[in-house]
């Protein structure tokens, strides 16, 4: 059994996190630390969890935490996690990381577009970009996963089989995409209010969205070329879900056959991708609870133009289902242990 530590347990990410390993056979939660709720049973915070997981809520101090589990995963803001990744690395602990933090290659980027300086420039070379279906094979070893971004994780799956391939113009690439609430976790702030967000749909951070830099830089490792893309995402009155819509101009005529049996064959040995049938398109409602990625792909023979969209739930394969995805990994565990949950639907 491996004991595991959540620092950031009741956010929405931990609390998800907690909630998917209730039924993991290997993993055992040994420490849950919050800031706001230290010293009450995390099941008063969220009663759904009463009788289920009773564990009291730790202080983050990370003398004490250390000697309860081997590999922790950290769920906390941009930048405060400068303040406990390294402590724990000292420790010889194994970290999943849910900020920015460790999703980048270059500090500059990182510190361009997160308006902050990085505060662990020398755990770098031992992070690695965690997402399982192009960088598996580093993730096994790694003491340090950046847990990638909800928009970027959609985006990168729906797109990367064109890119590998050279089948799309890859100036014209267009994502518009679009989020639940709770993508923004859980806060008071005012724009994520029910009044302000139902019975509405808006765009925001048009044009300088931060996961647009995430999504280039793996685009461009798997173009081999430096990738710049249109990104908008936009806020949907929903609590979890997300479609995200691509767009790119085609190199060379081909049917919607053609690159649907293509992306089978791409993501063949890769659990959770499933890629739909011609005529059928991903709808959240498939996706919203589990850790899985829907993914449709037309041709508009017209513009020669691809449209692929790709459906994923922000809490599950965005954010917390995809930590534990990482987690087996880690572990030498079946990829997908604990993790076979179809979607909600209703």
Wanted: charged share 25%.
């Amino acid at each position: 059994m491996i004991n595991l530590g959540i620092i950031g347990a009741t956010g929405y990410v931990g609390i998800e996190i907690v909630r998917l390993l209730q039924n993991h056979p290997e993993i055992n939660i040994s420490t849950v630390v919050s800031h706001s709720f230290a010293g009450q049973k995390i099941s008063d915070v969220y009663p759904n969890l009463k009788n289920i997981f009773d564990m009291e809520c730790d202080q983050l101090d990370i003398e004490k935490i250390s000697e309860k589990a081997d590999i922790f995963i950290t769920a906390l803001p941009h930048g405060v996690s400068k303040e406990v990744i390294p402590k724990l690395i000292e420790r010889k602990k194994r970290v999943i990381d849910h900020s920015g933090d460790f999703r980048y290659r270059s500090i500059e980027v990182y510190e361009k577009w997160y308006n902050i300086k990085h505060g662990m420039p020398h755990l770098l070379d031992m992070s690695v970009y965690g997402l399982p279906e192009f960088h598996r094979e580093k993730i096994k070893n790694a003491k340090i996963v950046g847990n990638p971004g909800c928009y970027p994780t959609c985006s990168i799956i729906g797109i990367a089989p064109l890119l590998e391939n050279k089948l799309i113009d890859t100036k014209s690439i267009i994502i518009d995409a679009a989020s639940g609430t709770t993508g923004a976790g859980r806060t008071t702030d005012l724009s994520c209010q029910f009044s302000e967000c139902n019975e509405n749909f808006k765009a925001y951070k048009v044009s300088n969205h931060r996961h647009t830099s995430e999504i280039e830089q793996e685009l461009s490792l798997l173009a081999n070329e430096d990738i710049m893309i249109s990104f908008t995402p936009h806020l949907v009155p929903m609590k979890r879900g997300m479609l995200c819509t691509i767009y790119a101009n085609l190199n060379l005529e081909k049917s919607t056959l053609e690159l649907i049996d293509m992306y089978k064959d791409y993501y063949k040995n890769d659990f959770f991708v499933r890629i739909m049938d011609e005529g059928k398109l991903p709808e959240t409602k498939y996706v919203a609870g589990s850790n899985y990625v829907d993914v449709g792909i037309v041709v508009d023979k017209r513009l020669n133009r691809v449209i692929v969209l790709s459906a994923i739930d922000n809490l599950g394969k965005g954010a917390s289902g995809q930590a534990i995805q990482d987690l087996n990994i880690m572990c030498g565990l079946p990829e997908n242990m604990g993790l076979v949950n179809c979607g909600l639907y209703l």
